[in-house]
């Protein structure tokens, strides 16, 4: 059985940084792709990362580029998503996803995943 839970959320100043984590249980890293997606209030839900199963494709957002880094540590079968010179505006719940299908091939779309985690969240406020 799949399971995504996500941790590391919290509040933050602008400028600061923070590193979330993806523990995933019932496969490992190599058999799907990851996505990081976020929702803020009162907006649909954007695809902010992603990493593919053999980690030879990624995707960020283009508000995040030069910000946020997702990675891997397959000993702790974790997904990271460091977040670093945080603004307001990333303020959101942020999720990670298992993209099943076309593994190879990373997606900002939500549809294209199967399995979500519950969410932790992140706010960027002084």
């Known amino acids: 059985q799949v399971q995504l839970v996500e941790s590391g959320g919290g509040l933050v100043q602008p400028g600061g940084s923070l590193r979330l984590s993806c523990a995933a249980s019932?496969?490992?890293?190599?058999?799907?792709?990851i996505g990081w997606f976020r929702q803020a209030p009162g907006k649909e839900r954007e695809g902010v990362s992603c990493?593919?199963?053999?980690?030879?494709?990624?995707y960020l957002l283009d508000s995040v580029k030069g910000r946020f880094t997702i990675s891997k540590d397959y000993a702790k079968n974790t997904v990271y998503l460091q977040m670093n010179s945080l603004k307001p505006e990333d303020t959101a719940v942020y999720y990670c996803?298992?993209?099943?299908?076309?593994?190879?091939?990373?997606?900002?779309?939500?549809?294209?995943?199967?399995?979500w985690g519950r969410g932790t969240q992140v706010t960027v406020s002084s």
């Open positions: 019932g496969f490992t890293l190599d058999d799907y792709a």
């Open positions: 996803a298992v993209k099943r299908v076309y593994a190879w091939y990373c997606s900002g779309y939500e549809g294209d995943y199967d399995d």
């Open positions: 990493i593919s199963d053999r980690d030879d494709a990624t």
